[in-house]
């Protein structure tokens, strides 16, 4: 069964800071969707990394991949309050058809 | 512009109560899928469909049931609805795509519908 962590849970930064967030998942996949949904919203996709290696950035957002050690990472650069909201990552099953979700990141910048 | 609507947007409910979530979808797509979110726990798959004919459970579908009744639309059914049934339920869907060496399923979800049972 596949399982998917994020952490940390619960982050409150700063404007103009720097930070991660985590999602490690147990089985074999290269396949690695960030979404990031605001208060009272719906899912929007971020990023959708497909191989080892993998980065995009959009913004202050920058996201990788790492395959072999079954890791990805969303990192901010200079948090800005627009930023606040929760981050889900997912991970894709080999075969294609289905998502896990990990439990969410909610961040809060503050001024 | 293409998109993926859910009714109603909220509803509250009795214990016991029949209730039928909807959601259209203008995108296209083949793929449709049933989640529900609590706090703390992310998204949950409940049902999903890869085409008409095609309907499979996923990790908590006891308690629901699904139709699937044209490509562009997926109602969620609860038979007899319960209290810990309370979440918020959103649909998404995805068109299988081969993205180079690697085929993905980005999923695309409606607004969500809140959901209490009483």
């Known amino acids: 069964e596949l399982k998917v962590e994020q952490n940390p849970l619960f982050l409150s930064m700063q404007e103009g800071k720097n930070y991660t967030i985590y999602c490690n998942y147990s089985?074999?996949?290269?396949?690695l969707y960030w979404y990031r949904q605001d208060p009272g919203k719906s899912l929007e996709s971020l990023f959708v990394l497909l191989s080892n290696g993998a980065v995009k950035q959009e913004g202050r957002l920058m996201a990788s991949l790492d395959t072999k050690a079954r890791l990805s990472t969303l990192h901010i650069t200079a948090a800005v309050h627009d930023l606040s909201a929760t981050y889900f990552c997912a991970v894709g099953e080999t075969s294609g058809s289905r998502l896990t979700f990990g439990e969410g990141t909610q961040l809060t910048v503050n001024p | 512009d293409a998109d993926v609507t859910q009714t109603p947007r909220n509803r509250i409910t009795k214990t016991g109560k029949r209730i039928m979530l909807e959601c259209s979808q203008t995108k296209g797509h083949d793929r449709m899928y049933w989640y529900r979110q609590d706090p703390g726990l992310g998204l949950r798959l409940i049902y999903y469909s890869f085409d008409v004919k095609d309907i499979n459970k996923g990790e908590i579908s006891d308690g629901y049931s699904v139709s699937r009744q044209a490509q562009a639309k997926f109602s969620l059914s609860l038979e007899s609805a319960i209290p810990n049934q309370t979440a918020l339920y959103f649909c998404?869907?995805?068109?299988?795509?081969?993205?180079?060496?690697?085929?993905?399923?980005?999923?695309?979800f409606g607004p969500g519908t809140r959901l209490t049972v009483l």
């Open positions: 998404a869907t995805s068109d299988f795509l081969a993205g180079g060496p690697v085929d993905y399923n980005e999923q695309f």
């Open positions: 089985t074999t996949s290269d396949r």
